[in-house]
């Protein structure tokens, strides 16, 4: 797990529990999406995940009837993001980096 609900919540600066089940969705697709994009495995120790993660559930979180599309805001962070995660790490099976 890259980023707790908790967390997320905390980032989304949301307080209540009733989207709980959606947000969970998004860590879920965001911690797929990176593994997908950079073929590395990610744990909470890499902050730079866990803030690609972050950014990319807050824009979907924000941007729902969007969701498939990154904003035009944030695309340029997520861009830079995923591409020094792509080629800073090498690929580990099953590990994580």
Known sequence: ???SLD????WLR???ND???TIQKLINAAEKYLKN???NTFDSSNEL???FCLVLIADWYENREMIGK???KIRPTVD???AQLSYCYEPQEGGTS
């Open 14 to 16: 949301i307080e209540h």
């Open 19 to 21: 989207e709980d089940g």
């Open 7 to 10: 967390e997320t919540k905390e």
């Open 80 to 82: 830079s993001i995923l």
């Open 70 to 72: 990154v904003n035009d």
């Open 1 to 3: 797990m890259i980023v």
């Open 49 to 51: 995940a866990q803030l």
């Open 37 to 39: 994009a950079t073929g």
